[in-house]
């Protein structure tokens, strides 16, 4: 075992500290990109579709804005709205840039881009109270697909938004 890389116990067997890599992950990190099966008109994504449970795995965790940051980086601060004063803009916070990379369409022409996610009707079938959604729309700050990038972020409505994301769902 490589203390100096993996956690270990006093014994040297390996530890998980999954806890504390997460918490790493979600406020330390300023970039997350990840992929989904599903994306729907307001940016919401999910890889729960009908007939499939793909695994989250720490998307949730590493690709949502954590609102507690207390720390600043450069490309945090450079996610942040300018405020119509200096004191707007001293209180203004940054944000994680969160790229949910997809392709329009998946294996056998079913579309990415759908009008409501399948995790919707999976959560009402199941019980559940909340739909598993993987990561909600408004912490995705840039959509990426074989049409081109979507910078959500710069937005300035919510109808803007959706225009984007339907400019690169192909």
């Known amino acids: 075992a490589r203390p100096d890389v993996f956690f270990t116990g006093r014994d040297g067997a390996l530890r998980s500290n999954r806890m504390m890599c997460q918490l790493a992950g979600q406020y330390a990190v300023d970039l997350f990109i990840g992929a989904t099966l599903q994306v729907d008109g307001m940016g919401h994504s999910s890889t729960v579709t009908k007939g ?28 942040r709205l300018q405020g119509a004063n200096e004191t707007e803009t001293y209180l203004a916070r940054g944000k994680k840039l969160v790229v949910q990379m997809v392709e329009t369409f998946q294996e056998g022409g079913k579309p990415t881009f759908v009008d409501r996610l399948d995790a919707i009707d999976v959560a009402k079938t199941a019980g559940l109270p ?20 979507a910078y959500l972020y710069k937005a300035s409505s919510q109808e803007e938004r959706q225009a984007m994301i339907a400019a690169v769902a192909g």
Do not use: K, Q
């Open 52 to 79: 499939r449970l793909a695994g989250f795995g720490g998307a949730p965790n590493m690709g949502h804005d954590p609102r507690g940051r207390r720390h600043d980086t450069p490309a945090w601060l450079d996610m």
């Open 130 to 149: 909340l739909a598993p959604i993987m990561i909600y729309g408004d912490d995705v700050t840039h959509l990426l697909t074989e049409e081109g990038i």
